[in-house]
Structure formats: structure tokens, C-alpha cells
């Protein structure tokens, strides 16, 4: 039964759903966890800000925003969006490829939803030592599809 779905918003890239719901059963063996359900909305920066000034009272773009909805050590349910904009920006600012920077970013989100934080600096440095092991370990082919318009390409 999968744990996650996928609701693509964003006009030019679509992802795939294989791909992630693979990174997700593997972040989630290691950090020995279950999964009820994870929704992945996939969007853009017009959308990630309406929900920071919303949720957050806070007029700046993110990468990512994570809801849980479930107590400490419950299996995991929560909703995750992502930016596909700003994952294309923070590749170029970073000088890495999007696609790492998307399966970067998509593990981040997920440790969210397993209760890490990096709201202090010694949180923060545990939180991206596990993030960038996870991402180094994974296979990052067939996780997205382009929806340009060939003439657009």
C-alpha cells in the first residue's frame, strides 16, 4: 500500500511517483518509523508564500513547508509542499544539480515529519548530517518529468 501521494500543481515539472515513494521507505527504515499516509503537494513560490504569511506571519519565500499531524512517535501523517521554483534557485545558489537539491529538500521535509527540527544550531547540526547522509545514499534517476512545451525547452 503506498504512503505517499503526490498532487503536482507546478506547470513545467511533474514528479514521479515511484522515485519518492522509494526515498520515503528508505529514510523511513533507517529512522526505523511507519507511515500512515504523506501528501506531497508540488507547487511554487506564489503558493509556498501564501501559506508563510498564513501559518507563519512571515513575508519571505521557502523551499519548503512541512504540517505534521500526528504525536511524537505516532506513525507519520502530514502534508509536505515544495517549491519547485526555489529548488531551482537554491541549485544554482548551492552549484548543485536540481535534482539533488530536490531529493535535499524532500528528505528535510520528511525528518520534519519524524520530529527533527533545526531551530537551534545544534538541532540543525544533527538534523543535516542524517539529511545529507540520506541524500548521498540515494539514487536520484526517474524522479521527474518535464512539461515544457517542446519549443519552450
Known sequence: MPCLKIINMHPDLFLLHPGFERI???VVQKEQRNVK???LIVTGDADLLELKR???HEESFTDTISFNFNE???AIEGEIY???DRIRENAQTYETTFTKELVTVYIHSLLHLMGYEDDTAQHKKRMFALQNL???LQETTRL???HRKRSEA
Open 24 to 26: 520515503t521507505r528508505f
Open 144 to 146: 521527474f518529468r518535464n
Open 82 to 84: 515544495i517549491s519547485i
Open 134 to 136: 540520506y541524500v548521498h
Open 37 to 39: 499516509k504523506i501528501n
Open 54 to 56: 498564513k501559518y507563519f
Open 72 to 74: 511524537a512517535r505516532e
